[in-house]
């Protein structure tokens, strides 16, 4: 399982790989945002924990047809399902990886754009503190809805329409708790539903996904 | 330790394709399956190697014992040969990868990225991964395409020493491999009757 999770973070990071794919994404909205928008603070602070949340789900949502597709089209993940791994471990491992490879970055960058859109300072730490209990239901429902179109030619589109709708508790209480953080109020009920949300996830989806790509694999 | 098949009905889309396979293989035997395209070959395999499940019939084999090689190796081209192979002996909880890339002739070739590789070069390397697997069962999916008749017999050499040690193979393959002791299993004879039109099974095409 350590091989897999080292071979997946290797892969990623040598060329062609998809590293820095959706933390590039992430850093073009929050660069474009403010020349859409105008340069006003006021606009900005008020708009910036729901873009910053909306750019961190879309750039998740980039890269996660990779997660399953390239194993699939060499083969690996046949070789994958003999081999003496439970697939529900090959699963969460892959879904790690794409954690580690997608949604930490996310979370390292986010206080430099949280600047550059005018965030108060007292949301900052919320923002990192719901963007590392969030990510990683995104990284792991989307590892589901790759599961669930690893056979599918061009499944990029129905996976982002499968997973959507998934996303948006995720989305809604996670930008809750940076505005509510930046006006000063309390964050605790959006912060525990958001980290209840990415347990249950966590506990529960992988089990799904091997279920499914069982199926798949047929 | 032996691998039994017994009366074994096996689907592709939802549809049998063979049924009745029955065959034993013993400790250090060999069995080629032969027949036309698209006779079942790959879909017997991928039953046996539980892949898929069966639609009837019985497959006794131990538990992970079964090494399945496709007609995809599951190269990653940006990894060399020797971490493509380090990968799945980790995985297999196997230690060494050297002997296995000397015995596939990889030697010269162990710090290349796998996608400068020819294409028979990549299937000496998928091939190389079958050794370190450690599992006394493998069931080859027409594992010599692309290989060149030096190599082929190299790799007959392979499995030759693997039925040696104990070992069995189930080799689907279209050509001669050289093994003469291998058993032959036609599976023409084995093909089944389609089921009548819309009876069940439809949704699993697309499943």
Redesign the interface.
């Known amino acids: 399982m ?3 999770l080292l ?1 997946d973070l ?2 990623a990071i ?4 998809g590293f820095g794919l959706g933390l590039a994404f992430f850093l073009i909205l929050a660069v474009l945002v403010p020349l859409g928008v105008g340069p006003e603070p006021d606009t900005l602070a008020l708009i910036a924990p729901g873009i910053l949340w909306v750019g961190a789900l879309l750039a998740c949502l980039l890269s996660l047809d990779r997660i399953f597709a390239l ?1 699939f ?4 993940l ?8 439970p697939l529900e471990a090959v699963v969460s491992i892959k879904a790690l990886a794409h954690w580690i490879t997608t949604g930490l970055p996310l979370v390292l960058v986010s206080p430099v754009l949280g600047l550059l859109l005018f965030l108060p300072a007292e949301a900052y730490g919320w923002l990192i503190l719901s963007l590392l209990l969030g990510t990683p239901a995104l990284s792991v429902i989307g590892s589901f809805g790759a599961a669930l179109t690893v056979g599918l030619k061009r499944g990029g589109l129905l996976l982002s329409l499968l997973v959507l709708p998934l996303y948006i508790p995720t989305l809604v209480f996670g930008a809750e708790v940076v505005s509510r953080g930046a006006q000063g109020l309390t964050v605790g009920t959006p912060l525990s539903l958001l980290a209840g949300i990415t347990a249950g996830a966590v506990a529960l989806l992988p089990f799904a996904s091997a279920l499914v790509l069982r ?4 | 330790m032996t691998l039994r098949v017994h009366d074994l009905t096996c689907a592709r889309g939802g549809l049998p394709v063979l049924e009745g396979v029955s065959f034993t293989l013993a400790p250090g035997k060999a069995l080629i399956l032969r027949g036309p395209n698209g006779c079942g070959k790959t879909t017997l395999l991928r039953t046996i190697a539980g892949l898929q499940p069966s639609i009837a019939g019985e497959i006794e084999a131990p538990a992970d014992s079964i090494a399945y090689a496709a007609h995809a190796d599951g190269i990653k081209a940006v990894l060399s040969v020797t971490e493509n192979l380090q990968f799945w002996a980790e995985t297999f909880g196997t230690a060494s990868v050297e002997a296995a890339i000397d015995r596939m002739k990889l030697r010269a070739l162990a710090t290349r990225p796998a996608q400068t590789l020819s294409a028979g070069q990549k299937r000496r390397l998928g091939l190389a991964r079958l050794l370190v697997t450690g599992r006394p069962i493998w069931a080859l999916d027409e594992p010599t395409v692309s290989l060149d008749t030096d190599s082929v017999a190299l790799f007959a050499g392979v499995v030759r020493a693997h039925l040696e040690q104990g070992g069995m193979a189930l080799i689907a393959t279209h050509i001669d491999l050289g093994l003469p002791e291998a058993q032959v299993l036609e599976l023409g004879t084995y093909k089944a009757r389609l089921p009548e039109e819309g009876a069940g099974g439809f949704d699993e095409a697309f499943l």
């Open positions: 350590r091989a897999l071979r290797r892969l040598r060329a062609g790989g194993d089209e060499d083969g690996s046949d070789l994958l399902a003999t081999a003496p791994v199926i798949n694999l047929r």
